[in-house]
């Protein structure tokens, strides 16, 4: 079914349009087509005296039709020459209509809806409409004169805000800021809408073309000081990044020559950023994101999800806390058990602290705090498990412990609680090994801090019954998490894709590079932070105890350096000791240490390695090559391997697991940039140079022979699902 729109004209004269496009009426070409013609039919018509826009099914849009990106990018489909729809429909024939017109909003008036909800002459919504232009979170700027509108109807400093953060405006704060005329409830909005198009008709309501409103804005001087100061915050904030800086351009264009020529440079500006890479890699992350709950054979058998009334967390400690306040932030009841009652209190005073940061922060009240600590309870035995429906074990990571418990939840637990286990490393069948419930053993990955990271990484063995899946899906999404749903195997995606970020740093630091420029450069590419400054972060305990299980698994492609080793033994832990890569100060703040070439100098004689003048002076290509190829390398496997469904997974597990940069489009996305053939080149002539911690795998040469994408999908049947 195309999207389209509706008209019915009243008996009062006048024309109520509706957007018809389910599930958020957006604007799609057609629906934009079919607007127009509906417009043009209602100002021809003598019966109509006034027109009202709104939306179907409660919304009234949710902006441009973000899949008809994919056919513009591709060239698939016809796009309208720039300036057709922002000039030639919404502002020559809606706006500079002979005829007035409201805009009913309720719901989602985002991008292209909002803008053209603003070249109505009056704007009516809900209280819980939400108002925004969110188009810079897809790698463009609003296209349909939203840059141009919006600082004449709420002023250049509140519309900078809304268009750099994305962020939209609920309707009482919409109407505060001057953005709709009055804010009524949803069974009087169209009403309401057509009484009021009819007073402008009648001069007793103004008649406004936004497009000329000019009280709202700053004095010339002023706005050039607002926007010079946007431009440093938007430099700093996403120094990568291009089409910030471009929004503010259009923005100034519009107050410094005219609202007109701002709306020909938007239009000009829009379709240069729509071919860009950051937009292409933004849109990709969009569907990726939304992919990662289609899983084939597991989300398609029309199963339905069951109900979660009751969880039970096993370990209070800084996993265990975090998952704990996720849920009860849902509504989730939880009973978290401990083995004594010191570390219950001091599991459960996790938890409270957590609530009370977010009191503090002002997201929460004291009375939900209240509310939501409620949910929790705290226990020391099984007593009260016999109720649950799901049970997640976040104790350390030993094999027997973990074992010994979940032979007695085998016991404890009904028939149909599902037992997961938040393990990061360990294999989930030698974890149930003593139970005969391997269909309901699932592996619910949170990453630290568990109420705060979005990632959830779902890991099935061949035993586990989809309705185990679909149940912790269901979860997940509830718990406001992106869940991917992965195989098993050691690390599964997130971590053993990554286990090469570390190791390649530590070889190029062994081999002369320094370990700051390392972390610069890193940091610079995009990353929230460098391999050597997230070691501390993660403390070495956690790090070395993860690598062994790297080393153990893959031990034909692992760097074994000893830098880290060399330091926990001085009593170096990392950011919790104050001294690891680098020194802390009271504020945690983060400075080099001279001394860490003693340790480095060390490390270089046990390994047998000596100093290599190339990786002295590496260029920051260099580096970023060097660090990250390996990374693909490993994602690759893990693909190739069927432990990810689909490429996409991947990138949004880089994204969200990682902090890979959004506006690279993931790992495996970003690898394609560059294509397979280069990165096989480069891998091969390093590992005849360095090793076989560079050695490209089987998939990547394949790939790379065919002149393949790395990202196209894998045919075959034998994935580890």
Known sequence: MKGRTEMEVGADGVALITIINPPVNSLSLDVLQSLKENYE??????????????????????????????????????????????????????????????????????????????????????????????????????????????????????????????????????????????????????????????????????????????????????????????????????????????????????????????????????????????????????????????????????????????????????????????????????????????????????VKANLQSRVKKGKMTQEKFGKTFSLLRGVLDYESFKDVDMVIEAVIENVSLKQQIFADLERYCPPHCILASNTSTIDLNLIGERTKSQDRIIGAHFFSPAHVMPLLEIVRTTHTSPQAIVDLLDVGKKIKKTPIVVGNCTGFAVNRMFFPYTQAAMLLVEHGTDLYQIDRAVTKFGMPMGPFRLADLVGFGVGIATAMQFIENFPERTYKSMIIPLMQEDKRAGETSRKGFYLYDDKRKASPDPELKDYIEKARSISGVSIDPKFVKLSEKDIIEMVFFPVVNEACRVFAEGIAVKAADLDIASVMGMGFPPYRGGIMFWADSYGSKYIYSRLDEWSRMYGEFFNPCAFLAERAAKGSPLSAPVEQAKSRL
């Open 41 to 350: 039919q209602a100002l021809l018509r003598d019966d109509v005296k006034a027109i009202v826009v709104t939306g179907a099914n409660g919304k009234f849009s949710g902006g441009f039709d973000i899949s008809a990106f994919g056919g513009l990018h591709g060239g698939k489909v016809e796009q309208p020459k720039p300036g057709f729809i922002s000039v030639e429909v919404i502002t020559d024939t809606f706006e500079a209509a002979r005829k007035p017109s409201v805009a009913a909003i309720d719901g989602l008036a985002l991008g292209g809806g909002l803008e053209v909800a603003m070249a109505c002459h009056a704007r009516i919504s809900t209280s819980n409409a939400q108002l925004g232009l969110p188009e810079l979170q897809l790698g463009v700027i609003p296209g349909f004169g939203g840059t141009q509108r919006l600082p004449r109807l709420v002023g250049l400093m509140k519309s900078l805000e809304m268009m750099l953060t994305s962020k939209p405006v609920k309707g009482e704060e919409a109407h505060a800021l001057g953005l709709v005329d009055a804010v009524v409830s949803p069974d009087e909005l169209v009403k309401t809408a057509r009484r009021w198009a009819l007073d402008i008709l009648a001069r007793r309501k103004p008649w406004v073309s936004s497009l000329y409103k000019t009280d709202k804005l700053e004095p010339l001087g002023e706005a050039r000081e607002i926007l010079k100061f946007a431009r440093a915050q938007a430099r700093k904030r996403a120094p990568n990044l291009k089409h910030p800086l471009v929004c503010i351009d259009v923005i100034e264009e519009g107050i410094v020559s005219s609202p007109r020529a701002g709306l020909w440079k938007e239009a000009e500006a829009f379709q240069g950023l729509l071919h860009s890479d950051t937009c292409k890699s933004l849109v990709h992350i969009f569907f990726a994101y939304r992919g990662t709950t289609k899983v084939p054979g597991i989300t398609d058998r029309g199963l339905v999800p069951r109900r979660v009334n009751k969880v039970a967390i096993l370990g209070g400690g800084l996993m265990g806390s975090g998952i704990a306040t996720a849920l009860i932030l849902s509504n989730y009841p939880v009973i978290l058990k401990e083995v004594n009652e010191k570390f219950l209190e001091a599991g459960i005073g996790r």
